[in-house]
């Protein structure tokens, strides 16, 4: 009777020791490529919900009309004023340049009022930015979106006519320049750790 060495069990048994590591790599890998798909949809959602959150304040300041500012800090009168404490997220931000008021003049030292790193804290203080109403914009996203408006500076409507020597306030001044805005909106995706900014300077035409 011939011995049995086992030569056949031993290969067979390093054959299945590979198929396995192959098998296990493979699960890795599909895994892997699962949770990239799903963070790239998340970031996906979180991005268009901060669009669409951007729309609707580039929607909201074209439908308001604004009082004349009358000095640094306020922009209009009543209910919806900006300020710089961003209430209701409508913030002022940049310095009235003299009587006539034609350009735009900020602090590089000053953090935005939309950084997270700012104090006002627009982004988490819910009395400092504005909610978008509607979720039928917001397919998949769990924390909804925001924005706020910040007032920069009126701007000559014709960049290419001579400056005005219209006082600021008066008729003649407001028919030469409109009103220039920057709209920060802020999208949240399917989970919590997903957030998008989009970001627009709109200039407002009488």
Not at 25 to 42: H, K, P, V
Not at 44 to 56: G, K, N, S, T
Request: glycine fraction near 10%.
């Amino acid at each position: 009777m011939k011995r049995q060495r086992g030569g056949v069990l031993i290969a067979s048994l390093v054959v299945l020791m590979l198929l396995t590591l192959i098998g296990l790599s493979g699960a890795s890998s599909t895994t892997l490529e699962e949770r990239m798909a799903g963070n790239f949809r998340d970031q996906r959602v979180a991005f268009e919900a901060a669009e669409a959150a951007l729309a609707v304040g580039e929607r909201w300041v074209e439908s308001q009309t604004l009082a004349p500012i009358t000095g640094a800090g306020s922009a209009c009168f009543g209910a919806d004023c900006f300020d710089a404490s961003c209430s209701k997220g409508l913030c002022f931000n940049g310095t009235l340049s003299g009587a006539l008021a034609t350009d735009c003049r900020h602090s590089p030292t000053a953090t935005p009022v939309h950084a997270r790193g700012n104090a006002l804290d627009v982004w988490n203080d819910t009395k400092r930015h504005r909610q978008l109403a509607s979720q039928d914009e917001l397919t998949g996203s769990i924390g909804g979106a925001t924005y706020i408006v910040e007032f920069l500076c009126f701007v000559r409507l014709d960049p290419l006519a001579p400056p005005s020597v219209d006082a600021h306030g008066s008729a003649a001044f407001f028919r030469d320049h409109g009103e220039m805005f920057r709209i920060t909106a802020m999208g949240r995706g399917a989970t919590p750790n997903a957030r998008a900014w989009v970001q627009s300077t709109y200039r407002k035409v009488r």
